[in-house]
Structure formats: C-alpha cells, structure tokens
C-alpha cells in the first residue's frame, strides 16, 4: 500500500517549527513528507541542534530519515530565532497556501502546519486571524476546530471570541452546521460508522431547566432533537463539569464544547504534548501542533517536538482513511 504524501510546513521560521520540522527528519515515518520551507532556516536549525541535515539539490533535502522533497519559499530577510520579522510574513503565508494547493490539487494527500505567529503576520500588513480560518476561506470550505489526544477528541463550536459574544454566537444554524461538520468528519476521516457525540451546554449545570440560562432550551435542545430525528447519535445537552469525566467520556466518540475554554484545558490536562489541532471540513487533512511559536525556546534546543509527531502520525492516518478507506497508513 502506498504512503499518503503530505506537505510539512514548518510555520513562524522565528519560532520553534523549523527545530521541530528538522527533528521530524531524522526519523522515517508511514507517509511521505514534502517540505514547504526556506531552506536556509531549517539547515540552520538542524545545525544548532547537530542534528545532520544536507540540501544535495535545489529541490531536496536529505536526513537520516530519507529524501524529502523541498518546495521552496524563501524568508525575505534572515531569521533570528525568537525575533519574529514582519518582513517575513509573506513567506510564511505563501508556504501555508502552497502547500494547500498541493493538497487541493491531489499532489499530496494532507498537510502538517507547525505553529504560526498571528501578530507577526499582521505586522507585515497580512489580516490574518489564524491558519484554521486561512486555509477554510482558501478552500471555500466552512471548517470546525477539534483537537484531539490519545485521551478525548474535543470539538469547538466557537472559537476564537470574548466570552460575552459566545451565547449570540451560537445560533441554532451555526450549531447545525458545526454538528453536521463533526459527524461527517467522525465517519469519513476516522472511520466511525456510527459516532456518538457529547454535546455541551452552554451554562452551569446545562441551564438547570432555564434557571441558569435558556440558551439549551431555545438552541441546543431543538438542534439535537432534529439531528437525532436524522439518526445522528448525539448526547445532551451535558453539564461540562461532569461530561469529561472518564467514565462518560469512554461512552463517546467526540464531544462539542461550546466555547474554546469549556473543553481545551481539560483536553491540555489529560495529555498537552500529544495533542494535536484538527482542522474538520477541509477536502484534505490538515493537522497542526497544540501549541504556539515558543519564541522564548526558539534557537535553545528544548523544544518538545511531540506534539509535531503526533500531529505527522495522524494525518498521515486521516489521509490512508480518505483515500483507501484503511485505518492502518
């Protein structure tokens, strides 16, 4: 059986993703990895790390692990680890999106993205919200947010907002819609005939009955009901405080926390350095680390490349899913 081939992007070039991206190669993995970077960052970082690392040809580069192919897109000025330049902003989006057309025109069969630095993007005159919302608008894709770890796979249906906007946020289309997205992505990406999802309340105790709040009564309540009316299996609405605890939790396949802090410090909790960020609607997988630049260990050698790994290991599963129907890369 073939290996899927995904496109590595090792993020921030200012950050900890070249360091991680350059101890990926040292070791082979189920999948073929193509690299969508500026070379002379990641030979520098494999040199601080002494780790070996040589660029034979234009388009190539070789380490212990293999031949990996280089698609490359040079950083405008140098990079000093830990000193995001704005300057480099273009490069660092120009990776993200090449490797997306890669995926989207079947060259590679899913992406990897290590950490972004969203000021710094910004900075350099790019509005950029995250790479989540990037690659959706690019694909013309409405996406969820999941991250997942060996413990739970926990489901966003709002992300990135104050927590006065959430309940405003959480209109019954939305939710609908984010429901629709995760069950979908449950069956075809990981190959589970029939998930069964937590649904989280929104308030203390999911609303007591409407004496806490009335956003599961008027919102979520009616959106369950129609979609388990279709045969989706689906759980609530469930007091957050009580739904993650592992005798429930092994009951399901998924669960969808209202808001970003309902359900991700519990996630981080149960296991912070194999977690991984799954982007749920994309036509391709896409996986990224669950966790930020690190400028402060960028350049030291002590980052924690885990995270990177898990994330290579499961998208190169979700890719043998989708494209043989096989659980196994």
């Known amino acids: 059986m ?19 991206c350059a101890r990926a190669l040292q070791r082979s993995w189920d999948a073929e990895l193509e690299l969508f970077a500026d070379a002379a960052t990641l030979l520098a970082a494999a040199d601080r790390l002494g780790l070996p690392m040589q660029r034979p040809a234009p388009d190539l580069i070789t380490a212990p692990g293999g031949r990996f192919v280089l698609h490359e897109l040079p950083a405008a000025v140098a990079v000093s680890p830990g000193v995001p330049a704005p300057a480099n902003a273009a490069s660092t989006v120009a990776s993200l999106l090449a490797a997306a057309d890669a995926c989207l025109a079947g060259h590679c069969q899913g992406m990897v993205t290590g950490p972004v630095h969203k000021a710094a993007i910004n900075d350099g005159g790019i509005a950029y919200t995250g790479t989540t919302g990037l690659l959706a608008d690019h694909a013309g894709r409405e996406v969820v947010m999941m991250l997942a770890n060996p413990a739970m796979r926990v489901a966003l249906a709002t992300v990135h907002m104050p927590l006065r906007e959430v309940a405003d946020a959480l209109t019954p289309a939305r939710l609908e819609s984010t429901l629709r997205i995760l069950h979908s992505a449950l069956r075809g990406d990981f190959g589970i005939a029939e998930p069964v999802v937590a649904v989280l309340g929104l308030n203390p105790h999911a609303g007591e009955d409407g004496h806490l709040g009335r956003e599961e009564i ?17 759980q609530g609405p469930l007091p957050a405080d009580t739904a993650f605890l592992p005798a429930k939790l092994a009951r399901f396949d998924a669960v969808l926390a209202m808001y970003h802090d309902q359900g991700l410090p519990v996630l981080k909790h149960a296991g912070f350095e194999q977690a991984v960020n799954i982007s749920l609607g994309l036509p391709y997988p896409r996986v990224a680390v669950d966790h930020g630049t690190a400028l402060d260990l960028a350049g030291s050698g002590r980052a924690d490349p885990s995270s990177l790994f898990a994330a290579i290991d499961a998208c190169a599963r979700l890719a043998s899913i989708r494209t043989t129907g096989s659980t196994t890369p």
């Open 2 to 20: 073939p290996r899927p081939r995904l496109a590595l992007v090792p993020g921030e070039p200012a950050g900890v993703g070249p360091e991680l």
């Open 218 to 234: 008027d919102t979520i309540i009616p959106v369950i009901e129609r979609l388990r009316a279709e045969g989706m299996r689906l």
